[in-house]
Nanobody, 125 residues
């Protein structure tokens, strides 16, 4: 089992920044990919970004490309999501997820085995 704990959410004005963290524990060696997803009220959970533990390969949703940056600290088993130029449409619960995946599955939320409890991000204009 892998446990994931997100933190760093909050309330921010449009144009501002937040950094989310996701601390992984347990059998992290059973995973090679960490992803961030978000779910706005009444909407489907959508892919945001992903990163591999080895090599740090990244991939982003078009909606956040150029504004969000995913990174990882292997020594701390922690993944980060730096979110800049936040907009009201970024308001959602943000979840981190983990699995052992090939790149073709990075954006498929059903392929992720482990999920955190989520952290709320609210952006006001």
């Amino acid at each position: 089992q892998v446990q994931l704990v997100e933190s760093g959410g909050g309330l921010v004005q449009a144009g501002g920044s937040l950094r989310l963290s996701c601390a992984a524990s347990g059998r992290t060696a059973s995973t090679n990919t960490m992803g961030w997803y978000r779910q706005a009220s009444g909407q489907e959970r959508e892919f945001v970004a992903t990163i591999t533990w080895s090599g740090g390969r990244t991939y982003y949703a078009d909606s956040v490309k150029g504004r969000f940056t995913i990174s990882r600290d292997n020594a701390k088993n922690t993944v980060y999501l730096q979110m800049n130029s936040l907009q009201p449409e970024d308001t959602a619960v943000y979840y981190c997820a983990a699995a052992w995946l090939s790149s073709t599955s990075w954006t498929n939320r059903y392929e992720y085995d482990y999920w955190g409890q989520g952290t709320q991000v609210n952006v006001y204009s």
